[in-house]
């Protein structure tokens, strides 16, 4: 029998005249470049623009944008709570924890960690500082102190100086600084390395040792107790109070009645005598020139 | 003649524009396939040891083909333009598509439209010293046009032979110095009206003609090989709806004809002598067609199913022998016309009778040894051309046609027209004077 079902007229297989030059039109190189690409892109320019040149737009895409980073850097994750202060003093934490410009809890986007530092760092007794943010939102400041090496009197105050020179503290009287080495004079804390290695210089007296002061911004003078000074030269003082202390042990001429012990022209040290010693001396010559006359 | 020679040289034009763009596309419009493949023009001469002449076939590569069957087509001729425009369609889309790219110059060929081959003379007397280009142009437009009958168009007209005085057979008179000039053209008409026909069709399809060749011609410049078109031979290429014969010499096409018998008739015939339809004879055709029977053939049947109702009638066998009977007097008749075309050309006369069976006819199984008995006996099947890039299905003679337009478009023989196109104007002629006192004086 003749199948009655599945039996369809075969389909045309020509392409219509439309489709037919729509192909052909796809062939053309130039349009099909245009379509692919010249097209789409154009518009995508087209949109940015149009969307862009609307009122207001720019704004609300940079507030969004705003908003966003804000919102990350807000998470707890990011949150800076704790202050932890290193190597520093008591006196130093508390004057670090007033003159720091935060105020915790806060983003660790926010904190400005160079600023930070060179705000520790500005800090007089701070000789290094390290700030970094450590697990547990903690900020850690590692400070490196200061070490304070001489006491420096000028203008009628006392400031502890490190051994470069640089202020660690101010002093309210001399009897705070306690052991340190006392110097004085104007210019003097740019010479305190010098100054230190004339104190060591200085052992044998150690004693007598009152202090250093800077004359003329240029030379040192050793201040001894009882009013006593060695004045040294310009140029190799350690050398000079070498010699000073070697004539002191030779004649023990500091435990004399000298005022002054001058070696500023190393070849013509000058002893300067205090006016009584002078006037015994004086007093001895005369006595020598009598008993010279009588003898005559 | 000079309005041919303007259609053909801008017939030309539009065939060097389509090679400056490197993209061309073949159109065979028969009867029984529309065939179109799109060529890309480029240089690609394989480079080797034993790698011969290339007879132009490396200049190109056919990067898209299609084959469809033909619609509204009737021997060769448009019957009904919009079935064949739709079959054009399918070809030329289904090739772009493969080929991605767009094609808009088309070469086709022609197979249909009675063509009448006419061999013409012409001679001139040369004027003075050696045969120049002009004395060629001169003796082509001296050749008189034949009077081809109301509504015949000229689709080839080439120089086949030229001679000079006493000595003839030259390939190329130029330079040579002689009294007299004589040309032998051979000419090729066809139905105006047909021809029309089918440029209309290839119009509505977009596209433009950068070429059109009879299909005889195509058919022989790629199934014929070298010598034989030297030394002379015919070329029968048997397709679906004519016989197109055409005889080579000397490397020139020197007759044409088309016998109005094909492979579909042989189809119709199984048809009706089966009465099946057509598909279906054409299956069987193919299958299990040929034109000798041998005992072995009464003893293998062959079912012919059909889908009438009739239990009786869907349920029939034919053995081969009988199927072999209802070919083998069409296939003779069709021999037989081919035969009378030859001898009226005096194909008998010629010195080569070589004769080469190429088109989709010709696969028919044992055909070699009946043309044999018919034709003479230095019959061969004949096979086109290898060209790169053509797919496997396209390769077998029923594309002899196509590979040779093929060629046609990669080393046209239109050197013709060349003699034509030196112009004979007052300013070449001045110049040229001025050289020759420049030469005289100096």
């Not at chain 1, 104190?199 to 004359?215: C, E, M, N």
């Amino acid at each position: 029998m003749r199948k009655l079902t599945g039996r369809r007229a075969p389909c045309d297989p020509a392409p219509s005249k439309w489709r037919y030059r729509m192909e052909r039109l796809w062939l053309t190189p130039l349009f099909k470049a245009m379509i692919r690409t010249g097209i789409p892109s154009f518009g995508v320019v087209f949109l940015f623009t149009w969307y862009i040149n609307q009122e207001g737009r720019v704004e609300a895409i940079v507030d969004g944008w705003t908003d966003t980073v804000q919102a990350i850097q807000d998470r707890p994750e990011f949150r800076v709570g704790l202050l932890r202060i290193e190597g520093a003093s008591a006196q130093l934490q508390s004057d670090i924890e007033e003159a720091l410009p935060i105020d915790l809890p806060m983003s660790q986007f926010a904190l400005d960690m160079d600023g930070l530092r060179s705000a520790l760092l500005e800090l007089d007794p701070v000789e290094d500082a390290e700030v970094r943010v450590i697990a547990g939102g903690t900020l850690l400041l590692r400070i490196t102190e200061r070490t304070p090496a001489v006491a420096w009197m000028h203008d009628g105050r006392v400031e502890v100086l490190d051994a470069d020179g640089r202020r660690v503290a101010t002093l309210p009287t001399l009897e705070a600084a306690g052991p340190l080495p006392v110097i004085a004079g104007d210019g003097a804390d740019k010479a305190v390395e010098e100054a230190l290695r004339l104190v060591a210089a200085a052992a044998p007296v150690t004693d007598r040792l009152v202090g250093l002061t800077r004359i003329g911004n240029r030379r040192w003078d050793v201040i001894l107790t009882r009013g006593q000074r060695i004045a040294l030269p310009e140029n190799a003082p350690a050398a000079a109070l070498d010699r000073a202390l070697a004539m002191d042990t030779a004649k023990d001429v500091l435990d004399r009645d000298v005022e002054v012990v001058d070696l500023r022209l190393p070849e013509r040290p000058v002893l300067r005598l205090s006016g009584a010693a002078r006037e015994e001396l004086r007093q001895l010559q005369e006595l020598e020139r009598l008993t010279y006359k009588e003898e005559r | 003649m000079s309005r041919l020679f303007q259609a053909q040289r801008a017939m030309r034009r539009q065939r060097q524009a389509a090679l400056q763009r490197g993209v061309v596309a073949i159109l065979d419009v028969g009867t029984y396939k529309t065939a179109c493949l799109v060529l890309r023009f480029e240089e690609n001469t394989p480079q080797g040891e034993g790698v011969g002449h290339m007879a132009g076939q490396s200049n190109f590569r056919v990067i898209g083909a299609t084959t469809t069957q033909s619609r509204g087509i009737r021997l060769g001729e448009v019957d009904a333009m919009p079935e064949t425009e739709r079959a054009i369609r399918t070809a030329v889309q289904g090739a772009q598509k493969m080929a991605g790219v767009r094609v808009d110059h088309v070469i086709a060929c022609f197979s249909g439209g009675r063509p009448g081959s006419y061999g013409l003379t012409g001679e001139v007397m040369l004027e003075a010293g050696p045969c120049t280009v002009q004395d060629v142009a001169r003796v082509l437009a001296s050749v008189d046009k034949p009077d081809i009958g109301p509504g015949r168009e000229v689709l080839h007209a080439q120089p086949v032979n030229f001679g000079l005085d006493h000595r003839t057979t030259l390939r190329d008179p130029r330079g040579q110095t002689g009294e007299m000039l004589r040309a032998d053209m051979h000419l090729l008409s066809v139905d105006a009206h047909a021809i029309e026909n089918l440029l209309a069709c290839i119009h509505r399809c977009d596209l433009e003609l950068a070429g059109l060749a009879s299909a005889p011609y195509a058919a022989a410049t790629s199934a014929l090989v070298e010598d034989e078109k030297e030394l002379g031979a015919a070329c029968i290429d048997m397709g679906g709806g004519t016989t197109g014969i055409s005889i080579f010499m000397r490397k020139h096409m020197v007759y044409a004809d088309t016998v109005r018998i094909g492979g579909t008739h042989i189809t119709s015939d199984i048809s009706q002598g089966l009465r099946i339809p057509t598909d279906v004879a054409e299956m069987i055709k193919c299958r299990y067609g040929g034109v000798v029977a041998t005992g072995m053939d009464d003893r293998e049947q062959i079912a012919l199913e059909a889908d009438t109702g009739d239990w009786h009638h869907d349920r029939r066998t034919v053995s081969r022998a009988d199927l072999i009977g209802i070919i083998r007097p069409r296939v003779e008749e069709i021999l037989e016309e081919a035969r009378a075309s030859l001898d009226r050309a005096r194909f008998g006369d010629l010195p080569s009778q070589r004769i080469v069976l190429t088109g989709g006819a010709s696969q028919i199984p044992g055909l070699d040894g009946l043309a044999a008995r018919i034709l003479g006996n230095q019959v061969r099947l004949g096979r086109p051309l290898r060209v790169q890039g053509l797919p496997e299905a396209a390769k077998g003679p029923a594309f002899a046609a196509c590979v040779g337009l093929c060629m046609q478009g990669a080393e046209p023989q239109d050197e013709f027209w060349d003699f034509d196109a030196v112009p004979t104007r007052a300013s070449g002629r001045s110049l040229r004077r001025a050289v020759r006192w420049f030469r005289d004086n100096w």
